[in-house]
């Protein structure tokens, strides 16, 4: 079982910047890769970010050279640095883990995830 918590959602203004959290407990040696999706209202969930065991990374279009993701030397939390935030960033963010292999997209018998929480970009 893992168990994930997101932090560090909140209010902010456009071209602002935000840093999420989610820190990792419990068995996760089968969630190597870890990242982020987020939902706005009215709208599908979507992927924003990937990092796997290696380092390697994935980000949507809309949010390359504004998001950077990362992990710990633990591989046992991950951040998402928002910067030059647009209200179109507005949503839910949650953190997901998933096995070291597949992508973080993949539905899998070992999926996790975190409770999300709330961006919210003013115009």
């Known amino acids: 079982q893992v168990q994930l918590v997101e932090s560090g959602g909140g209010l902010v203004q456009t071209g602002g910047s935000l840093r999420l959290s989610c820190a990792a407990s419990?068995?996760?040696?089968?969630?190597?890769?870890m990242g982020w999706f987020r939902q706005a209202p009215g709208k599908e969930r979507e992927f924003v970010a990937a990092?796997?065991?290696?380092?390697?990374?994935d980000y949507t279009d809309s949010v390359k050279g504004r998001f950077t993701i990362s992990r710990d030397n633990a591989k046992n939390t991950v951040a998402l640095q928002m910067n030059s935030l647009k209200p179109e960033d507005t949503g839910v963010y949650y953190c997901k883990a998933g096995p070291a292999g597949y992508l973080l997209t993949d539905r899998t018998n070992y999926d996790y995830w975190g409770q999300g929480t709330q961006v919210t970009v003013s115009s």
């Open positions: 419990g068995r996760t040696f089968s969630s190597s890769t």
């Open positions: 990092i796997r065991w290696s380092g390697s990374t």
